[in-house]
């Protein structure tokens, strides 16, 4: 019995030692896990009204107050002087004549990544100037080159009032990645000299021409007394010391931070701006927290029930074995409060006992526990040591054991007696209780489905746990598995009407016995039911939420595998992904990678005489797909909830035309031409005509490639351009030769050409002029130099009777809908393309664009919208919406609604739901054909590459070395869903509720078992003495204990799957607490619960085993005798 109790209270305990220790460790390792710069906090003031030491000192100050223990090092950043006039450089008139403007504008600036953003090439950095000396500082190369400055020059720089600084030049530096993320709040984004810069603050634009930044040393802005434009800051936050009970108040503090940091910095600037995503990060940690809190909860709640019917059941055994004691005590004179005495200070000792060892047992359950996969993956603690928290658990639990070891001493003798009336009353008492559980029962379902969690929500977030909706599920259980018990005086009655018509004695012997210990059977029943019935949730449960993870992460990442396109290698991606796909495939059908837009847009409006209102404004996201990816997402829950009809709805939209474009050769890395626009005899002055090309390649990518310009003069100018600027695209070339060897199996497929006037060309009428384009040819081998791919390769012309057969098949497109479209005509001798184009009188405001394409230009693109979206616009099939997608205003034909797009998750949501918060959601999304959008686009003027990810139809890419090009996987989302730090602790915990209604159950039936023979010793030796044989004895044991295993696994089996199926869909949420997208559907893994009345007949054999065992060892004279053994 002590044993019993122990297990029962180690179970309990090592729960709350994994939810203590999965917590801390879990919230903190969440946050690390989120990309830096979501957590990367940035205050920028504008006009600092003191130096940039004390601004910089205040803002910390700020931010510390904010963050507090989640704040970082000191603040680093940049402190930038205003763009004014400078003086003092030579020279600088002849540089500016091309702008039109005498004045140069500079900056100067001071850095703390100064080495991260720009390498010295000559000279040194500059020094903090003292005494009122000079100001030392590095300029651009670029503007050095520009403006005749050398190491040594001097420039005159406004400081405050009417005061200038000199500075002088001591070095010359060349940025680092010039408009990448370190200048991207830099007024030139790098580039170091622009002879063309809008002058800030001008009512009208003049363009002049900037310089800068020009670098100094840290301090050295402040020493020189230079006005301060601007001070960007930004701090790291770092969460080794987030605690749980500190998330709470983060999360209220971050919520507030904009005006927080206005509070605390003060009047230390004209401006204060505060930009950060670390509040959305910690309140998804917290949401996350308190969900899986509440799951737990219900395993914890569950395992607690469990425990106390084990308990209950010990002590009524042990009480019903001290019964004779106790009455023998009474007889020889001992008082009731004695004997209370004496069953106290035996709980006592008894508790005690249990308290002492559980703690211990239960540390070392807790090592097992971490010990499985899915905790070390987490990467949790493998040792909890034995804290307060475990140890008060601990002696809660045996306070409860003590209890129900005294209870019984407590009572009456007479509590039990039908002559007086009582046990009527406790019948009556116990169906009350019944009737209160199942009402109880039917409350809790009404609350989950009304709240559909576990947890209380308030909006989007979970605010914290409900105990009525945690409970809600238990209540359930316990409802059923005790409506289940009442039934087992009934079947008892049942089988001693049977058992009176059999021949033999033991069924008849075992009916009677089940039926004249009610109260023990029923106890041993309620236990075993109980067990089976939390193991029978737990399976299907845990079997369910494991699904439901996986169909989330099926519906939030669309495809097997997403990628997300290089912006500056999207075509040599392309292929190196192919490759790899096929590799990893065995170039299997579904193995191939698409590519894929994803934008965000607005719908504009409608047509005239749509009925579609109210439209106008609506945010959301454009999806655009081919068809092989739609057909990607047209299977599984996420197909069944909408990807199957998005499939069917844009069945055949794509309109291509066959072998419409000019084939290139194996290994291009890029195209060149000769060009000649406009005529010598009728120059146009100051206007250029800029030439690209549009390539297709195998798996449908479009790419507008820049080849350079020429001068409207009738001049003939040679051109080139280089795929992605580069054939690596930043890949790794190792991982396979196809960006080192060029691309295969490109097509040309259009041409186009844009229009650029300058300031001194003619604006008085519309002009035309033609373009002509000869000795196409592709660029192949080469690469040696990645900073120009070009340098070595060869060209490789194209066919002459190819290029021009092609293009006499192409169609003209005018960027500008008014205008009209061009006219292709052939070309002359010695020419393989001639282009006419009309050159605007507004040319030095506006551009001009028209293209020719291989394709049938596209004016309608067929769409799938969300149902949701449909019904708020009224929008109704074969209606027509104007989408605005990127500056471009696209039209699309509604092909019809579907309620869900897989897919739709953006790729900063797939990262907060692999770093396991409350982020894998969908956004609203419009599908397109993908193909055609992209022909769209490329007929409203968009350039470069038409792909924002790639789509892989396996998930096979992301271990088959896709070179820099990070994959994300629906298996690999579903496993983070499953064992991110703060979700670990859910499957866990019910893996251990499941292992620990097993155990629990084995050991109640095997103590139910010894104390009924121990108890019943006496009526087994008269049954012996009458001529039973031994075998007859075991046999009426096996069949006492059969009926009771039959009861007890229908009732928990039952119990156990009827819970699951009402409360299971309620209580299996997503990671933010709300329904899950894609709905739970509820999984039964008959397999697995099939094993549970196996596990139940090893026991039963194990028992009756050890009962014919000992039923050799009895002597019944002996026994008898000896007055029955008591």
């Known amino acids: 019995m002590v044993a019993v109790a122990t297990l029962a209270c180690s179970l309990v305990t090592v729960l709350g030692l994994l939810v203590t220790t999965t917590e801390e460790g879990g919230v903190r390792r969440t946050l690390d896990a989120v990309p830096a710069e979501r957590t990367a906090v940035r205050v920028a003031v504008d006009s600092p009204t003191g130096t940039v030491a004390e601004t910089r000192d205040t803002i910390d100050r700020a931010l510390r107050e904010l963050l507090g223990e989640t704040a970082g090092a000191t603040p680093t950043g940049s402190a930038v002087s205003a763009i004014e006039d400078v003086g003092g450089i030579a020279g600088a008139d002849a540089a500016d004549d091309a702008a039109g403007s005498d004045r140069v504008l500079a900056y100067a600036g001071e850095y703390d990544d100064r080495d991260a953003r720009a390498e010295l090439v000559a000279g040194s950095w500059g020094a903090v100037p003292t005494d009122g000396g000079e100001l030392e500082a590095a300029v651009p190369e670029a503007a050095a080159s520009a403006l005749g400055l050398g190491v040594g020059s001097t420039v005159e720089l406004p400081a405050r009032g009417d005061a200038t600084a000199t500075v002088r030049v001591v070095g010359l530096y060349r940025a680092v990645d010039p408009g990448g993320a370190a200048w991207l709040d830099d007024p030139l984004q790098g580039r170091g000299d622009d002879p063309a810069f809008p002058e800030p603050d001008a009512s009208f634009a003049e363009l002049v021409h900037a310089v800068g930044p020009l670098i100094v040393a840290g301090g050295a802005l402040d020493a020189a007394d230079v006005r301060v434009e601007t001070v960007d800051l930004a701090l790291q936050p770092t969460f080794d010391r987030v605690t749980v009970a500190g998330l709470d108040p983060l999360v209220a503090r971050l919520g507030d931070a904009d005006a927080g940091i206005t509070r605390a910095a003060g009047d230390v600037g004209q401006s204060v701006a505060y930009s950060s995503g670390v509040a959305e990060a910690v309140a998804g940690a917290s949401a996350a927290l308190t969900v899986t809190r509440a799951t737990v909860a219900v395993a914890g709640l569950l395992l607690a029930v469990l425990a106390l019917a084990a308990i209950a059941q010990a002590g009524r055994l042990l009480a019903d074995a001290r019964d004779a004691e106790r009455r023998l005590l009474a007889a020889r004179g001992a008082s009731r409060r004695q004997v209370i005495a004496l069953a106290g200070l035996e709980a006592a000792v008894l508790g005690a006992l249990v308290a002492g060892i559980s703690p211990l047992v239960a540390a070392l359950g807790y090592r097992g526990l971490a010990a499985l996969p899915a905790m070390r993956a987490a990467g949790m603690p493998t040792s909890s040591g034995v804290p307060v928290g475990a140890v008060l658990t601990a002696v809660a639990v045996a306070a409860l054991l003590a209890a129900v070891l005294l209870a019984p001493a407590l009572r009456r003798t007479d509590d039990e007696d039908p002559a007086a009336g009582r046990a009527g009353v406790a019948r009556l008492a116990r169906s009350g209780i019944d009737l209160a559980l199942l009402v109880l029962a039917g409350l809790g379902i009404a609350q989950l489905v009304a709240y559909r969690s576990a947890s209380a929500s308030t909006g989007e977030a979970p605010a914290g746990l409900d105990p009525i909706l945690v409970a809600a599920p238990v209540v359930v259980l316990v409802a059923v598995a005790a409506l289940a018990v009442r039934l087992v005086p009934l079947v008892a009655r049942g089988l001693g009407a049977l058992a009176a018509r059999a021949r033999g004695s033991v069924l008849p012997l075992a009916a009677w016995e089940l039926a004249r210990r009610g109260r023990r059977t029923t106890a041993a029943v309620l236990l075993l039911s109980l067990a089976l019935a939390v193991c029978t949730f737990g399976v299907t449960f845990l079997h369910t939420w494991r699904i439901s993870q996986e169909d989330q992460a099926a519906v939030a990442v669309g495809p097997a595998a997403r990628v997300v396109a290089d ?202 002029a033609e373009v002509l384009l000869g000795g196409i040819a592709a660029r192949v081998g080469g690469g040696a130099d990645p900073a120009d791919p070009l340098a070595d390769a060869t060209a490789a012309p194209l066919d002459d009777a190819a290029v021009t057969d092609a293009v006499a098949g192409w169609g003209g497109v005018s960027v500008d809908p008014a205008a009209r479209p061009p006219v292709v005509e052939p070309a002359p001798a010695g020419w393989q393309v001639r282009l006419p184009v009309l050159v605007p009188p507004d040319a030095s405001t506006r551009t001009a664009v028209t293209l020719l394409v291989a394709w049938v230009p596209v004016q309608l693109v067929d769409a799938v919208i969300p149902t949701a979206l449909a019904d708020g616009l009224g929008v109704d099939p074969g209606m027509a919406l104007d989408l605005g997608i990127g500056g471009v205003r696209v039209t699309v034909t509604v092909a019809g609604d579907a309620p869900l797009v897989p897919g739709s998750a953006t790729s900063e949501a797939l990262a907060a739901g692999a770093s396991g918060l409350a982020g894998a959601g969908a956004a609203t999304t419009v599908v397109v054909d993908g193909p055609s959008l992209a022909r769209v686009l490329i007929q409203r003027g968009a350039t470069g590459a038409l792909v924002d990810e790639w789509w892989a139809g396996s998930g096979g890419l992301a271990t088959t070395g896709a070179g820099a090009d990070p994959v994300v996987t629906r298996a690999a989302l579903a496993r983070d869903l499953q064992e991110a730090p703060l979700r670990v602790a859910t499957p866990t915990a019910l893996l251990l509720a499941i292992v620990a209604a097993g155990i629990l159950a084995a050991a109640g039936f095997a103590l139910h078992t010894v104390a009924s023979l121990r108890a019943r010793r006496t009526d087994l030796a008269h049954l012996r003495a009458v001529g039973v044989a031994a075998r007859g004895v075991v046999g009426l044991v096996a069949v006492e204990a059969l009926i009771l295993t039959v009861l007890g696994a229908l009732g928990g089996i039952v119990a156990g799957l009827a819970t699951a199926l009402a409360v299971g869909p309620l209580v299996a949420v997503s990671p933010g607490g709300t329904a899950p997208v894609p709905a739970v559907e509820v999984h039964v893994p008959w397999l697995a619960i099939g094993l549970l009345p196996a596990g139940l007949a090893v026991v039963l054999a194990l028992v009756v085993t050890a009962v014919a065992r000992a039923q050799q060892a009895v002597r019944p004279a002996e026994l008898l005798r000896a007055g029955g053994g008591e």
């Open 567 to 768: 912006p500056r290698a999207e075509v040599g991606q392309s292929a190196r992904l192919a490759d790899a796909a096929g590799r990893a495939d065995g170039a299997a059908a579904d193995g191939g990678v698409e590519p894929v837009l994803r934008r965000p847009m607005r719908v504009d409006g409608a047509p005239a005489g749509d009925p579609a209102e109210g439209g106008v404004g609506t945010s959301a996201q454009v999806l655009g797909l081919s068809s092989g990816a739609r057909a990607m997402i047209a299977d599984g829950r996420g197909g069944a909830a909408g990807g199957t009809r998005i499939e069917e709805l844009l069945r055949g939209s794509s309109r291509t035309r066959e072998d419409a474009g000019v084939a290139l050769p194996d290994g291009t890395r890029g195209l060149a031409a000769t060009i000649r626009a406009g005529d010598a005899a009728a120059p146009l002055a100051d206007v250029r005509v800029r030439i690209a090309a549009v390539v297709e390649d195998p798996r449908g990518l479009l790419a507008v490639v820049d080849l350079g310009d020429a001068p409207a003069d009738g001049s003939t100018v040679e051109v080139a351009g280089a795929l992605d600027g580069g054939g690596d695209g930043g890949g790794d070339d190792g991982a396979d030769g196809t960006a080192a060897a060029g691309v295969d199996g490109l097509r040309l497929v259009g041409l186009r050409t844009e229009v650029v006037g300058g300031r001194d060309a003619d604006t008085s009428s519309e002009r035309a």
